[in-house]
């Protein structure tokens, strides 16, 4: 059986144990031990003695503890308040503008994901903050979930964000290029999402009223207390790619700002931070067996040889390497329709990369065109927590918005993931989008 044939049965295993809702980290562990114990002659010492390799290698290495640690920060941000404050500072400059308070709440999201990393965390606290002023406001139900649920995708490509540190780690890439490569493909996005929304009330103007406009004391007062948040997104992102603090030492530190910033503020008590701390140790828990399992799987797949005879097959194919980009980036979107965001990098990243890798791309340098792939590869992914039929962030947004059908709200998303593929296209046609800081930094 080719290397090809092996990976393939692997996989359509694998989805087969999906479809039955068994728990992707379990589901990749089991093929993976499974596809290991037949690869290698069906006996039990290699399969026993790469368990044991496996989670040792994969737990005790000190780059995961970043992720608890960037997980804990968002925790901190999510029951110490702070999302108000970032709403507030964004409506007070943002809300008297026809869809502004759509505006603001796609604002406050880019601001939010920029101390929390998880788009599920940022679309259901700013879900809980903002919701209520667009439905004051008489906004369109579907504008306003539509807006939410596309915002909260911020909460991943705006560093700092768990899936680049997964990246980073499957790839032995530099988190903090990772984390500067982000910012701009970030601002862009919430910018085409902010376009989005002035062209439908453009279209409709009773989709999305005007707001009362804020006195500029009040916008300055708004503008003090969101300070100390975006100082600490600074200190993360200027410490780590300063070189004055690694990616898990400015992490803690974002994390022990954001503990102090939330009790300082007195929107979290001891309550907040059992919670936070209850949070963060569950979420790490589903990361850490999730990354278990991937590890898994791809001993499996090394053994098969699959990633290597599918990157030997893609160069002789004598496709176009942007031919070949474009059906990566289709095959993700296809993913995204029945997996998390997470499993779909866990899954596809060893397989793909070397695919990618071994391809030339605009005159790309390796370490250039991994970290173009990572942010690529990010931004579709995102795709896939608002693309219907499964769409994480707009079932959430949904939950919060009882009043407004499903149906609606997938209606609503939709030119938003309009902007998602435009923006798609103009980093893969201007990869320097996406390494200007880099380079910049990089002197």
Known sequence: MSGIAAGSLIF??????????????IAMFAMGSGGHFLLSGAEWAPLLSTWKHVAWARLSNYDLIVIPMFLLMGQFATHGGLSQALFRFVAAFMGHLRGGI??????ACAGFGAICGSSLATAATMGQV???????????????????????TLGIMIPP???LVIYAILTQESIGKLFMAAVLPGLIAMVGYMIVVRIIVRLKPEAGPAGPVV???????????????????????????????NPTEAAAIGAAACGVLAVATGGMRLKGIVESALGTAQATAMIFLVLLGADMLNTALALSQMPVELAAWVQASGLTP???????LVIYILLGCVMDSLAMILLTIPIFYPVVMGLEFHGLTASDKSIWFGILALMVVEIGLVHPPVGMNVFIINRLAKDVPLVETFKG?????????????????????SLVLVRSFSG
Do not use: H, N
Request: glycine content about 10%; some cysteine.
């Open 413 to 433: 998303v939709m030119p938003f993931l309009a902007s998602d593929l435009l923006r798609i296209v103009l980093l893969l046609a201007v990869p320097s989008i």
């Open 215 to 245: 006195p500029w004391p009040e916008r300055l007062k708004a503008l003090a207390q969101v300070a100390p948040v975006l100082g600490v997104f600074l200190v993360v992102i200027v410490g780590i790619y300063g070189g004055w603090a």
């Open 12 to 25: 359509v295993c694998l989805m087969a144990l999906l479809a039955l809702r068994v728990p992707i980290g």
């Open 102 to 107: 759509a505006m603001a709440s796609i604002g």
């Open 322 to 328: 942007m031919v070949v980009m474009v059906a990566i």
């Open 161 to 163: 964000s768990v899936p």
């Open 130 to 152: 903002a919701l209520p002023e667009l439905r004051r406001y008489g906004y369109a139900g579907s504008l306003a979930t539509g807006a939410l649920a596309a915002g909260g």
